[in-house]
């Protein structure tokens, strides 16, 4: 079983960037689609983005699409979220997720918070 550990949440201003990255241990990240989710203040999760085993395919919600770039380095055993413009409505606890395919996602990492101040 992968564990996967996020990093890289803060503090950022409406416009600027941020990049999170969930690094993986214990199995190879690359038998594994990884996804993107958060969890907004007395919201329910919802999807961000995922990729691929390869990293050939991605997806994303409409709500960050052509603001947040999906990435991994299987070399490197991790995923990474590069979010740029960011919003005060991003403003979330992001979670790093890994599934056989897209859409089954059981393993979980603990979460970074990701504050956007207008």
């Known amino acids: 079983q992968v564990q996967l550990v996020e990093s890289g949440g803060g503090l950022a201003a409406a416009g600027g960037s941020l990049r999170l990255s969930c690094a993986a241990s214990?199995?190879?990240?690359?038998?594994?689609?990884v996804g993107w989710f958060r969890r907004a203040p007395g919201k329910s999760r919802e999807f961000v983005a995922s990729?691929?085993?390869?990293?050939?395919?991605?997806w994303y919600a409409d709500s960050v699409k052509d603001r947040f770039t999906i990435s991994r380095d299987n070399a490197k055993n991790s995923g990474y979220l590069q979010m740029r413009n960011l919003r005060p409505e991003d403003t979330a606890v992001y979670y790093c997720?890994?599934?056989?395919?897209?859409?089954?996602?059981?393993?979980w990492g603990q979460g970074t918070q990701v504050t956007v101040s207008s």
């Open positions: 214990g199995r190879a990240l690359s038998d594994y689609v």
């Open positions: 997720a890994a599934g056989p395919e897209f859409d089954v996602f059981g393993i």
């Open positions: 990729i691929s085993q390869t990293g050939n395919h991605t």
